[in-house]
């Protein structure tokens, strides 16, 4: 018998595979994964699915972050799956350690108080470094110097849809800062005093404020208390430019001097959230409901049957999380006065 198919084209000229061609001119952009040499494994299907429903046809880079040196298996094994070039980043010491203001008797307390608490994290403190690094310094890193937009990529994320648009061009002829896939309400034993740190530099700096602002998506009093929503960060894509403006430095420059990030168990999801929601203007902030996202424990899975077709969709739309009451997602639609999916109020439970 003949073969089905004939032998597949050779790189940059398959039409099927929609690749972009060697004129093809990218976003200056990067994925952007932090990672300990141990998440090697569980990196791998999350590079996997990045490349099989986006980055096969543009081979944007892909930049690693580590607080320790990455092995060469590490670094040999995820460059083998990413189609772009893979660069890898070191974190300077004092990205990834204690400021000299903290008092690190009083962080080691805390912590013992947030373990009997049961909180999550709560405990650990790596997670603080990473939270803050995260916040703070991600962005800073030399590796990251050259690009303009990221998209930040976890280890055991799965991407449900095809992405078959070039997402950073998107964001860039847009005018998009800041895009996600999903949003709930924080956990108040994490960041008891961070609304009210925010409050100060916000009364000492109202010029940061944006005008047309999504203070109203954060908080359901005009700023008096903080409702706890925020973008899950661990699926982002934005424009570092932001994180690099004097407001967002000034206002993590204010925050990690009040300690939080140590003395409580801040993340880096409300502080990225709540400076996303204050210094951009509204329209500036995008819903990625076409890309179908899963962290656990939490599924974005599209629910409009053109969008699940047309985009070859692989998830189960009654695990959906962004139509259900918990989320914050439908106040975003409202407040942006976006058009919600047909059906939506069925998953809204
Ligand atoms: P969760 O998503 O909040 O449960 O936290 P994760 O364990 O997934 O950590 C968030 C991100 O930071 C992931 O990309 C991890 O690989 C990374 N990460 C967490 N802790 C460390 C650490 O101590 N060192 C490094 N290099 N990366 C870390
Ligand atoms: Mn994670």
């Not at 001119?25 to 990672?35: D, G, I, N, Q, S």
């Not at 055991?156 to 061009?169: N, R, T």
């Not at 109203?216 to 430019?241: K, P, Q, R």
Request: glycine share 6%; hydrophobic share 35%.
């Amino acid at each position: 018998t003949k073969p089905k198919s004939a032998p597949p084209a050779s790189k940059g000229s398959s039409a099927k595979s929609g690749e972009v061609g060697p004129d093809y001119e990218r976003v200056k952009a990067t994925f952007v994964t932090l990672a300990r040499n141990s998440d090697l494994d569980e990196l791998l299907g999350s590079i996997r699915s990045i490349e099989d429903r986006f980055n096969h046809r543009y081979h944007y880079d892909w930049v690693f972050l580590n607080d320790q040196p990455f092995s060469e298996e590490f670094k040999s094994t995820v460059s083998a799956l990413v189609s772009g070039t893979t660069k890898f980043g070191l974190i300077p010491q004092e990205h990834w350690s204690y400021p000299s203001w903290i008092d690190q008797e009083k962080a080691a307390a805390s912590r013992q108080k947030m373990i009997e608490k049961k909180v999550i994290y709560g405990g650990s403190e790596p997670y603080r470094h990473m939270c803050r690094f995260e916040s703070g310094f991600f962005w800073r890193q030399e590796v990251l110097a050259e690009y303009d937009y990221y998209w930040r990529v976890e280890p055991s994320i799965k991407i449900y849809c095809d992405v078959d648009y070039d997402v950073f061009k998107f964001m860039k002829e847009s005018g998009k800062d800041y895009g996600f896939t999903i949003t709930l309400p924080e956990y108040i034993e994490t960041v008891p005093t961070l609304w009210d740190t925010v409050k100060s530099f916000i009364h000492a700096n109202p010029q940061y404020l944006a005008e047309n602002n999504l203070m109203e998506w954060i908080s359901n009093d005009n700023g008096a208390t903080y409702n706890m929503c925020h973008f899950w960060s661990n699926f982002e894509v934005g424009n570092l430019n932001f994180w690099r403006s004097e407001a967002y430095q000034k206002f993590f420059e204010h925050l990690d001097k009040a300690g939080g990030f140590f003395y409580e168990r801040w993340g880096d999801a409300p502080v990225h959230s709540i400076a996303a929601a204050l210094f951009l203007p509204r329209e500036k902030v995008h819903f990625f409901g076409d890309v179908g996202y899963y962290h656990v424990p939490f599924h974005n899975c599209p629910i409009d049957q053109e969008v699940r077709t047309q985009k070859k969709c692989v998830c189960n739309t009654k695990d959906d999380f962004t139509w259900k009451k918990y989320s914050c997602t439908t106040k975003f639609f409202d407040i942006q006065g976006l058009t919600k999916p047909q059906g939506w109020e069925a998953f809204h439970n």
